[in-house]
């Protein structure tokens, strides 16, 4: 067995290489800071394996572009940052509403509008989950490390066509070109979910992309190519062979579909770390880049006596409730570090129905937070335990 190759390697290069292990064969983005490098890399590597790497003429365009080319049976992504996420968010819906299995890079920087293109921020984790109008499920993952990003656009693809959803995967400015070095995963350490072929079908079945079952709402119909096989794609609430109909019976039927679908499978969607936590008695919620100075936060604590923990989501929707929910009922303060202005920590505040002593760490000046800002919210809640 040869040994692994050792490589030092760019987040968005990471991320464009992964998701060609994957199975991507179609990319179509817009240029945008600090996105492109994806688009760049998909440019060069995308061709030497068959697949297409469009530039298109905006956001809208690419997202539209991706969902056509799943439809037709090819494995698609497009990446962004924050504004042109923004313009996809229609597309977005579409994509929802179709069942349509595809992956949407969002590189975050400093926000709203233009805001500061090349620093990092965490300010699309509400628009990752309510972008897009209406009510859906949605899988957003957020990795820490290069590695991560690495392995898990892998698992972004795989929840796409496992789930038929399009999937959200975050990365931030300092994420997308920090470079690191890591040991390169084979591609046969990765199960690779793939696309359904039409000869798996029986000749005689007629097949219906959609919900045939009005009871089943978590069951999942396989997505066959588009032109392989004949059937109908519609916003618009539709019946099993996606034509529009407008019973709210069948209206009902889609919603409670397209929730359960993501809500009854948890257990293999929600992804998280945890560290240190056997003893805790505070908890430190981070995640993304900001998990990494959470980390070594942690290590300074614990160096001086605090008996602290880490909890790193990495799905960041849907959002990890239970496991949290079992952190809280041990511990006795939280810090939740994040470069916003609390958009995850509202969460959090949401189930700790203990109310537990919560600090927050914010920032939203295109700055990271740094392991001495989390260990001062640390020692604010040890003074409140004392008082």
Sequence with gaps: MSEKKFVIMQGDEACAMGALVAGCRFFAGYPITPATDIAEVMSRELPKVGGTFIQMEDEL?????????????VKSMTATSGPGFSLMQEAFGYAS??????????????????????????????????????????????????EEVYRYIVTAFNFAELYRTPVVFLM?????????????????????????????LKNETVYQPFLE????????????????????VSGLFHDESGFPVGESEIASQLMKHFINKIKLHLDDILIYDTYMMEDAEYVIIAYG???????????????????VGLFKPITIWPFPSVPLKKILNKVSG??????????????????????VPMQTVLREDG??????????????????SED
């Design 97 to 146: 509403m179709t069942e349509t299995p595809t992956v949407f890079v969002d590189v975050q920087r400093g926000s709203p509008s233009t805001g500061l293109p090349t620093k990092p921020a965490q300010g699309d984790i509400m628009q990752a989950r309510w972008g897009t109008h209406g009510d859906h499920a949605v899988i957003a993952l957020y990795p820490s490390s290069v």
């Design 61 to 73: 365009g690419s997202a539209a572009a991706i969902i056509g080319a799943s439809l037709a049976g």
């Design 172 to 200: 931030d400015e300092t994420l997308g070109h920090m470079r690191e070095s890591f040991y390169l995963p084979s591609p046969m350490e990765f199960d690779i979910v793939e696309r359904i072929q039409t000869n798996e």
């Design 213 to 232: 079952d009005s009871e089943l709402y978590d069951d999942i119909q396989p997505l066959v190519s588009m032109g392989k096989s004949r059937f109908h």
């Design 367 to 384: 700055q990271l937070i740094s392991p001495f800002d989390i260990v001062n919210a640390l020692t604010n809640l040890l003074g409140e």
């Design 289 to 307: 880049i900001t998990a990494r100075s959470a980390y070594r936060a942690m290590k300074l604590a614990r160096a001086n006596g605090i008996k």
């Design 334 to 355: 939280i810090v939740v570090a994040e470069m916003n202005m609390g958009q995850f920590s509202h969460e959090v505040s949401r189930i700790n129905k203990r109310q």
